[in-house]
Nanobody
């Protein structure tokens, strides 16, 4: 099982970046896919999640209106388009996944938003730095 992030880097405030997450080794369509970020010394923060079941996306308050998450169930990839980046967006961004398509019914993203220790898979992260 692998989640491999790419697309991080250095960008000026107000700029844009697009992160990608390539998934392999599991049934992508049965999992919700999301992005979590962390600044060293601080708690992890949920950024955006999307359900591969119903396609509904959810966003953290600090990124609503600026970030867009998408998922491609054919290519087994997820992307995070980040616009109008701010210095406060500087962090390591991790791709993560949890099993949502359970036999007893779907697991909803809002219920899992803060349950990061219960996520099934994690990538190794990609650094995003917003600085002039």
């Amino acid at each position: 099982v692998q989640l491999v992030e790419s697309g991080g880097g250095l960008v000026q405030p107000g700029g844009s970046l697009r992160l990608s997450c390539a998934a392999s080794g599991f049934t992508f369509a049965d999992y919700a896919i999301g992005w979590v970020r962390q600044v060293p010394g601080k708690e992890r923060e949920g950024v955006a999640w999307i359900s591969n079941g119903d396609g509904i996306a959810y966003y953290g308050d600090s990124v609503k209106g600026r970030f867009t998450i998408s998922s491609d169930k054919v290519k087994n990839t997820a992307s995070l388009q980040m616009n109008r980046l701010q210095r406060e967006d500087t962090a390591i961004y991790y791709c993560a996944a949890f099993y949502e398509n359970t036999p007893v019914g779907p697991v909803r993203i809002p219920a899992m938003w803060d349950r990061m220790n219960d996520y099934d898979y994690w990538g190794r992260g990609t650094q995003v730095t917003v600085a002039s």
